[in-house]
T-cell receptor, first 115, second 114 residues
Framework: GAGVSQSPSNKVTEKGKDVELRCDPISGHTALYWYRQSLGQGLEFLIYFQGNSAPDKSGLPSDRFSAERTGGSVSTLTIQRTQQEDSAVYLC?????????????FGQGTRLTVV | GENVEQHPSTLSVQEGDSAVIKCTYS??????FPWYKQELGKRPQLIID?????GEKKDQRIAVTLNKTAKHFSLHITETQPEDSAVYFCAASKGMGGNNDMRFGAGTRLTVKP
């Protein structure tokens, strides 16, 4: 594919509802990251997948957050019982572990608004 | 896990002046240090990176230095231009052979005044 693709680009949801955010990484990239960026803030690490290894979930802020990566490709980030403080841009990135090039390429993000 | 700290959080310079952003990291096993630029409303994009086997790297007006002993690295932008205005993020990872877990600093908002 051309790049990292995220969907939806925007999502407005009511407080208490569940949401699913999708990330299609660059084909062949074994590493996939999710970050959260609140307005004007930095990149908060959420979760990291590397190949078939167990994911690093150390950045997930609560048990309402979970993520899966099926078949080593597409990933979904699920937020259950959304709260207003979950409002942010959720960014996905992927990188290749092959060779020396480990640049992470970002998707355009999903802007989540919880009302 | 890795902890990356970045300073300053905001930086304002006059066009033509230099800008320096500094980062420190905690995990001595980290060996790959990229810098990303995020323009307003856009996704972060890589502008330069350095690996632990070199101490300095230059690309036109941008340079990055790495001090492995002190575990800090810096971004230097010379002859700044208004289009350099953006948020800059440093990151650290064990990209060469280790897990690619990449942690970012909190970002520096650079404003270049014309």
């Amino acid at each position: 594919g051309a790049g990292v693709s995220q969907s939806p680009s925007n999502k407005v949801t009511e407080k208490g509802k569940d949401v699913e955010l999708r990330c299609d990484p660059i084909s062949g990239h074994t590493a996939l990251y999710w970050y959260r960026q609140s307005l004007g803030q930095g990149l908060e690490f959420l979760i990291y997948f590397q190949g078939n290894s167990a994911p690093d979930k150390s950045g997930l802020p609560s048990d309402r957050f979970s993520a899966e990566r099926t078949g080593g490709s597409v990933s979904t980030l699920t937020i259950q019982r959304t709260q207003q403080e979950d409002s942010a841009v959720y960014l996905c990135a992927s990188s290749s572990r092959q060779g020396m090039n480990t640049e992470a390429f970002f998707g355009q993000g999903t802007r989540l608004t919880v009302v | 896990g890795e902890n990356v700290e970045q300073h300053p959080s905001t930086l304002s310079v006059q066009e033509g002046d230099s800008a320096v952003i500094k980062c420190t990291y905690s995990d001595s096993a980290s060996n790959y240090f990229p810098w990303y630029k995020q323009e307003l409303g856009k996704r972060p994009q890589l502008i330069i990176d350095i690996r632990s086997n070199v101490g300095e790297k230059k690309d036109q007006r941008i340079a990055v230095t790495l001090n492995k002993t002190a575990k800090h690295f810096s971004l230097h932008i010379t002859e700044t231009q208004p289009e350099d205005s953006a948020v800059y993020f440093c990151a650290a990872s064990k990209g060469m052979g280790g897990n690619n877990d990449m942690r970012f600093g909190a970002g520096t908002r650079l404003t270049v005044k014309p």
